[in-house]
């Protein structure tokens, strides 16, 4: 008996189609297409101050900035904490953070419960990003919404809702 079988014959481009439309790659395309309509939202908001405007506007914000802007609570969190969140790690968040308080969006502070710790806060620029960033989400979901229809855009809501299992705690239908 052969140590190895024959080789197939390579597939048709019928067959192999399902490489370029599986749902984890539609859903990879539809998450950046939407990161990208936001930033460029937030690059034209007369709220953003300039300097972040042009940084926006010259794709020097990217999507893994906007993981400090979605997961930095209000009130601060330690750099582990806002690492976890975001599902990266410490080493990689602290260049964000470092390249956000460069821009003037956060500020580190004496955390007040730990005095060997600090606090990753928001600044008044940073919650104007925020606002901005927020006005931009809810424009991109009106997009979304008059592009493929209401009623589409509250199953697929509902679907990622439920495929997403706990880590979509809170989110809202669009």
């Known amino acids: 008996m052969p140590d190895f079988l024959p080789a197939a014959p390579p597939p048709t ?6 490489r370029q439309t599986h749902l984890g790659r539609l859903l990879g395309h539809a998450m950046r297409r939407f990161d990208a309509r936001v930033l460029q939202l937030m690059a034209h908001n007369v709220e953003v101050p300039l300097a972040l405007s042009n940084l926006a506007a010259r794709d020097q914000v ?3 900035h906007v993981h400090i ?16 969140r975001a599902g990266m790690t410490k080493q990689a968040m602290a260049t964000l953070v470092d390249q956000c308080e460069a ?3 956060v500020t580190r502070a004496a955390d007040p419960l730990d005095a060997r710790a600090r606090r990753v806060c928001f600044t ?15 424009q991109a979901e009106a997009e979304f919404r008059s592009e ?3 009623d589409v855009a509250t199953v697929v809501a509902i679907g990622l809702e439920a495929y997403a299992g706990g880590d979509a705690a809170g989110m809202q239908a669009p």
Do not use: I, M, N
């Open 13 to 18: 481009p019928a067959e192999d189609g399902w």
């Open 148 to 150: 493929v229809g209401k």
């Open 124 to 138: 008044s620029t940073g919650l104007a990003w925020l606002q901005a960033f927020r006005d931009a989400v809810a």
């Open 103 to 105: 821009w003037g969006l």
């Open 62 to 64: 990217s999507a893994a």
């Open 69 to 84: 802007t979605r997961h930095l609570a209000l009130q601060g969190d330690r750099l582990t904490d806002l690492a976890q």
